[in-house]
């Protein structure tokens, strides 16, 4: 059973920063693919990062320049630095581990306010 649990998440005002983190159980972290997507209120869940096993990254156009993802595998750990916060980044954001033959595993989210 894979668990996926994130933190990190808060009240940040625009402009400011937080980072999440997704501490991942079980064996082979780095083996497997690995994202955070976020959901807003009343909008469908979207991508925000993802990193491969090889360190391919991919960032949604909106986070570009502002955030960064990145993973340890030492530590079966997922993080995710925001910079620049936007009040639009306001979301629930969720730490995803895709494993090929088995799917998606999703944590439970952590929510992330931008306000002032």
């Known amino acids: 059973q894979v668990q996926l649990v994130e933190s990190g998440g808060g009240l940040e005002q625009p402009g400011g920063s937080l980072r999440l983190s997704c501490a991942a159980s079980g064996s082979q972290f780095s083996l497997y693919r690995m994202g955070w997507y976020r959901q807003a209120p009343g909008k469908q869940r979207e991508l925000v990062a993802q990193?491969?096993?090889?360190?391919?990254?991919n960032y949604a156009d909106s986070v570009k320049g502002r955030f960064t993802i990145s993973r340890d595998n030492a530590k079966n750990t997922l993080y995710l630095q925001m910079n620049s916060l936007k009040p639009e980044d306001t979301a629930v954001y969720y730490c995803?581990?895709?494993?090929?033959?088995?799917?998606?595993?999703w944590g439970k989210g952590t929510l992330v306010t931008v306000s002032s």
């Open positions: 995803n581990q895709y494993r090929a033959f088995f799917g998606d595993y």
């Open positions: 990193i491969t096993s090889d360190g391919t990254i």
